[in-house]
């Protein structure tokens, strides 16, 4: 079993950053693919980023492409999502998860984290 927590979550003015973390226990994720999801407030839960095992693919949805980077540090079982630029349309629980392979689908996640609250105020 994988265990995952996100931190690093807050309130922040739009225009602002804020960098999260995602730290597995329980068992290695180095050899997982990970991602970020994230879902506002009556909205359904949408893809924002992911990373292969190795880090040496990612992938974004276009409404985060050139905003946030998401990166990986396999020695520290932890995957980061540095959030740049952040708009008020950012603000929503943020959940990392982990895949046996690079996806933008949720269902093909199989361990997921309880979430972080991000708020970008305008």
Same mark, same amino acid.
Do not use: D, I
């Given at each position: &079993?994988?265990?995952?927590?996100?931190?690093?979550g807050g309130l922040v003015q739009a225009g602002g950053s804020l960098r999260l973390s995602c730290t597995a226990s329980g068992r290695t994720v180095s050899n997982y693919a990970m991602g970020w999801f994230r &879902?506002?407030?009556?909205?359904?839960?949408?893809? #924002?980023?992911a990373i292969s095992w190795s880090?040496?693919?990612?992938?974004?949805?276009?409404?985060?492409?050139?905003r946030f980077t998401i990166s990986r540090d396999n020695a520290k079982n932890t995957v980061y999502l540095q959030m740049n630029?952040?708009?008020s349309e950012d603000?929503?629980?943020?959940?990392?998860?982990? #895949? !046996?392979f690079i996806s933008s689908v949720g269902d093909e996640y199989r361990y997921w984290g309880q979430?972080? &609250?991000?708020? !970008?105020s305008s």
């Open positions: &079993q994988v265990q995952l927590v996100e931190s690093g &879902q506002a407030p009556g909205k359904e839960r949408e893809f #924002a980023a880090g040496g693919s990612t992938y974004y949805a276009n409404s985060v492409k050139g630029s952040l708009k603000t929503a629980v943020y959940y990392c998860a982990a #895949a !046996v979430g972080t &609250q991000v708020t !970008v």
